[in-house]
């Protein structure tokens, strides 16, 4: 049971390079979201997407982008990477919403950008 | 909008004694509420989740939580931790208004103390 998959694990990153995150999910969800983690201040959603083709921005999507071109896949991309995007970023995946909105969380990518 | 706040950022606990938990949110629609846990350098796992019914919830690893309507408040309990309970928790609020999304508190550190 791979459920979802986050590649790579870990990076640096010097400021201005860019790069994708990758984030892939097995159990057919519908859902996709991306969320960064920073010290004290739990998940902030990033961007979400609610079927292949559909995507949206969340709480904090400056200096990020997505696509959603198939169900299983929603990688995350870094233009012009800043200190401030210094994070562990997670993705996640539900089937649904109200009932079945459980998520399920990759191991998440730690991110540092010197 | 919804929000959520967990009023202790840290919550030291010796082994076998009681830990409580503290969750508050504040939303103006009926809400599903959710319990993760974050083990070191994992994702998040679901504890336990409140959509409906009975406002008393049981969890894995004998966590359960109690919904208060009057109260906004979800609180999560478990009478006796173990060691292997050291972790991150936690709450989350998610409502239909908001697209099931869900927004996180900023987190609870529990350390199970021998």
């Known amino acids: 049971n791979a459920g979802v998959t986050q590649t790579p694990k870990f990076r640096i990153l010097k400021i201005g390079q860019s790069m994708t995150l990758q984030c892939a999910q097995d159990?057919?969800?519908?859902?996709m979201y991306w969320y960064r983690q920073d010290p004290g201040m739990g998940l902030k959603l990033i961007y979400y997407?609610?079927?292949?083709?559909?995507?949206d921005k969340g709480e904090v999507p400056n200096g990020y982008n997505v696509s959603r071109s198939t169900t299983e896949d929603f990688p995350l991309r870094l233009e012009l990477a800043a200190p401030s995007q210094t994070s562990v970023y997670f993705c996640?995946?539900?089937?649904?919403?109200?009932?079945?909105?459980?998520?399920?969380f990759g191991q998440g990518t730690r991110l540092t950008v010197v | 909008a919804q929000s959520v706040t967990q009023l202790d950022s840290q919550v030291p606990v010796f082994e076998e004694a009681p830990v409580e938990l503290r969750c508050n949110y504040s939303?103006?629609?009926?809400?599903?509420l959710f319990w993760y846990v974050q083990y070191p350098n994992q994702g998040l796992q679901l504890l336990l989740k409140?959509?409906?019914?009975?406002?008393l919830v049981k969890g894995i690893n004998g966590f359960e939580a109690e919904f208060n309507k009057s109260q906004t408040s979800f609180h999560l309990r478990k009478p006796s931790v173990h060691i292997s309970d050291t972790a991150e928790y936690f709450c989350?609020?998610?409502?239909?208004?908001?697209?099931?999304?869900?927004?996180f508190g900023g987190g609870t550190r529990v350390l199970v103390k021998p």
């Open positions: 989350a609020v998610s409502t239909k208004a908001a697209g099931n999304k869900l927004t």
């Open positions: 997407s609610v079927g292949a083709g559909i995507t």
């Open positions: 409140y959509l409906s019914g009975s406002t």
């Open positions: 939303s103006s629609v009926s809400v599903y």
């Open positions: 996640a995946s539900s089937y649904d919403a109200g009932v079945r909105a459980e998520a399920f």
């Open positions: 159990m057919n969800h519908n859902y």
